[in-house]
C-alpha cells in the first residue's frame, strides 16, 4: 500500500453544519469547545452548536454565553449556584431571545435568588421547561403568577421536581400552557392544596413525598386531577393526600401506589378507593397496595369495582387483593404479582372468568416457599383454562435444595391448561 505525502482529513472536508450537528452529539459544551484545538478551522465551529449543556462545576457559563454566535438555542440547561437575580435574569433571557426549545434548570443549594424573570413565562418557542429543586420562597416566586402573564404556546412538556410551596399558583401557570401534553412534579409537602387541570395533559406523574405528615384535616381534598385527556398516569402518595379526581375515561395505563400508615382514617381509604373505581376503563395497571392499613383494605374490598379493559396488571399487595382484582377483571391476559405480605387468600366463591377464559401468563416475583402462597398458585393453576406459561421467580440467595424442592412442589400442582409452561429463574439473573 502506498502512503501519500499528506495526510487526508476527511471530517475537515465535512461542510460546517454537518460538523456543528456532531458535535451537538458531544455530553457538554465543556467538551464541545475544547475541539477548538483541533485545527484553525476548529476554532470558533462550537460557537455554532445548537445545544449548550452544563456541568454543575463549569465556571465559564457566562463567558461561553457571550462567545456563541447561533441565533437559534435547541437545548440550555445548567446549574445555578451561586447565582445572583442578575446573572439569572442574563441566562434565562439569552435563552429566550436564542428562541430555545428546551430549557433545563437546577436550582443546587440557591438561597440567594428572588425571582425568575417574567420572560420566561412569556416565551413562545418553549417546547420543553423542567426545573429542579426549589426553595421554598424560589417556589412562591415562581408560582406567584397570574393567568395574564403566562404565555407558553408551544411548551409540551413541564417538569417541577422538588418543588417545596407554592403550589396553590399552580393552575394559573398550566392555563397558560395550552398545548401541554406532559407533567411531571414532585413534591415535598405537608397537606398543602394541589390542583392539576388541563384538557390537553396526556401524562401525568406526580410523587407526594412527607417526612413528618400530619393529619390535622381529614376529609380535605389535597390533591385534585382534572386531565380528562389524561392516558399515562404515575401517582405516587406517602404522605396520605386526599385526592379527588374528575372523569379518566381516556385513561390506557398507569402506576398508582399509596402508603397509608394512620388506621382508622376511612375518609383518606374511601378518597384511594373511590380513585382507583375512577381508572376502571384501564388498560395496563401496575397497583402497589402494600402499605395500606385494615381500613383501607375492608373499604376497598368491600366495594363493587369492574375494570372492564384490564389486559394486564402488575400487584403488589396481600393476597386477598388478588382475589378482589381475578373477580372485576374479566379480560385479564397478563398478571404478575409482588406479594410482600401473606394473610388474606380466600378461594373466590365461582372461578372468576379472566381465569377460565382470558389468562396467559402469571408471573409471581419473588416466591417465597409459604403454604398460603402455595395455596393462591395451586388454585390459579387449576382452574387457569387458557394459561400458556406461568414463572416463579425465587429469590437470588435460595440455596440449590430448596430450589429444586421448590419446583419439585409447583410442577405437582393440577393444571387446568395441558398447554401451561412452568419457568422457575432467580430473582437477579
Not at 454565553?65 to 442574563?90: M, P, S, W
Amino acid at each position: 500500500m502506498k502512503i501519500t505525502k499528506l495526510s487526508i482529513d476527511r471530517l475537515s472536508d465535512l461542510p460546517d453544519s454537518i460538523l456543528c450537528h456532531i458535535l451537538s452529539f458531544l455530553p457538554t459544551t465543556k467538551n464541545t469547545v475544547a475541539t477548538c484545538i483541533l485545527a484553525r478551522r476548529w476554532r470558533y465551529l462550537w460557537s455554532y452548536v445548537p445545544n449548550l449543556i452544563f456541568d454543575s462545576d463549569d465556571e465559564n457559563i457566562d463567558r461561553v454565553l457571550l462567545l456563541h454566535k447561533l441565533q437559534c438555542v435547541d437545548t440550555f440547561r445548567f446549574t445555578v449556584i451561586d447565582c445572583n437575580d442578575h446573572q439569572l435574569e442574563t441566562r434565562i433571557k439569552f435563552a429566550v431571545d436564542r428562541n430555545v426549545k428546551n430549557l433545563h434548570i437546577n436550582f443546587y443549594r440557591q438561597n440567594s435568588i428572588r425571582a425568575l424573570p417574567g420572560c420566561l413565562f412569556t416565551c413562545k418557542t418553549l417546547v420543553d421547561l423542567r426545573l429542579w429543586n426549589f426553595s421554598t420562597f424560589l417556589s412562591s416566586c415562581i408560582f406567584s403568577v397570574s393567568c395574564a402573564v403566562v404565555c407558553l404556546p408551544r411548551l409540551k412538556i413541564l417538569h417541577l421536581h422538588y418543588m417545596n410551596g407554592g403550589y396553590e399558583s399552580l393552575p394559573d401557570l398550566l392555563s397558560g400552557c395550552p398545548v401541554l401534553e406532559e407533567l411531571e412534579i414532585q413534591l415535598y409537602c405537608c397537606f398543602c392544596s394541589c390542583k392539576i387541570s388541563s384538557p390537553t395533559i396526556k401524562r401525568l406523574v406526580i410523587n407526594y413525598f412527607d417526612v413528618e405528615p400530619s393529619y390535622e384535616h381529614k376529609g380535605y381534598y389535597n390533591l385534585e386531577i382534572n386531565t380528562p385527556g389524561l392516558v399515562y398516569l404515575k401517582l405516587v402518595d406517602i404522605s396520605n393526600q386526599h385526592i379527588k379526581s374528575g372523569p379518566l375515561t381516556s385513561l390506557i395505563e398507569a402506576y398508582i401506589r399509596f402508603e397509608d400508615y394512620v388506621d382508622g382514617d376511612y375518609l383518606y381509604s374511601r378518597s384511594v378507593t373511590e380513585f382507583i373505581d375512577r381508572i376502571r376503563n384501564i388498560r395496563c395497571l401496575d397497583l402497589n397496595l402494600s402499605e395500606c392499613t385494615e381500613t383501607t383494605q375492608s373499604v376497598f374490598l368491600a366495594r363493587t369495582i369492574s375494570f372492564c379493559n384490564l389486559i394486564k396488571l402488575e400487584l403488589t399487595a396481600d393476597c386477598c387483593f388478588l382475589q378482589k382484582m381475578l373477580e372485576c377483571a374479566d379480560n385479564l391476559e397478563i398478571l404478575i404479582l409482588r406479594e410482600e405480605k401473606i394473610r388474606g387468600w380466600m378461594e373466590p366463591q365461582q372461578v372468576p372468568t379472566c381465569l377460565s377464559s382470558r389468562l396467559r401468563n402469571i408471573k409471581f416475583v419473588p416466591f417465597l416457599h409459604r403454604k398460603r402462597r402455595f395455596k393462591a398458585v395451586r388454585y390459579v393453576l387449576k382452574n387457569a383454562k387458557v394459561l400458556e406459561k406461568i414463572e416463579i421467580v425465587y429469590p437470588h440467595y435460595l440455596d440449590s435444595k430448596s430450589r429444586n424442592a421448590l419446583i419439585q412442589i409447583m410442577s405437582s400442582f393440577q393444571r387446568g391448561s395441558s398447554a401451561c409452561e412452568l419457568v422457575a429463574c432467580p430473582e437477579f439473573g
